[in-house]
């Protein structure tokens, strides 16, 4: 697989992910996240507990990666996504679909691919096309 590859696919685990254990599996101990809510947080731990909470509220969430831009530069990546989310909260009733805008600044360290930086931001009213 390229680097381009391994990063792709790591971003689409981390849209597959229903656990903040699963959210941060390529986390280093610093990584910077910040969150389409209000929040930022450094380090997987407190990261963790915000995933966790915020889908053990849900029932069901499907996100759909529509556009992904990669860039990889040597030890350095940079994957730009723009996903459909489709949740369903733990009553059964569902919430109407988002999208959402990610960045995740990669660096390869020891030979894996390691994500320290996710930004991630809600955009509500878009159609998430991208205008080149």
Known sequence: MTDKQIVE???KEIAASFSGAESTKHWT??????????????????AKKVFDE?????????????????????????VCSVQKWDTVNKDGSANPSFMMRQTDYFEKQNGEWKVL???????????GTIVE
């Not at 860039?71 to 990546?77: H, I, L, S």
């Not at 930086?117 to 159609?127: P, Q, R, Y």
């Open 54 to 78: 915020a889908f053990g509220n849900l029932q069901f969430c499907d996100v759909e990666i529509l556009d992904m831009r990669t860039f990889v530069n040597g030890d350095n990546a940079l």
């Open 9 to 11: 696919s790591i971003v």
């Open 29 to 46: 101990n610093d990584t910077i996240w910040f969150d389409a809510a209000p929040y930022a947080s450094v380090g997987v731990e407190n």
């Open 117 to 127: 930086h996710e930004h991630t931001s809600m955009a509500d009213g878009w159609n």
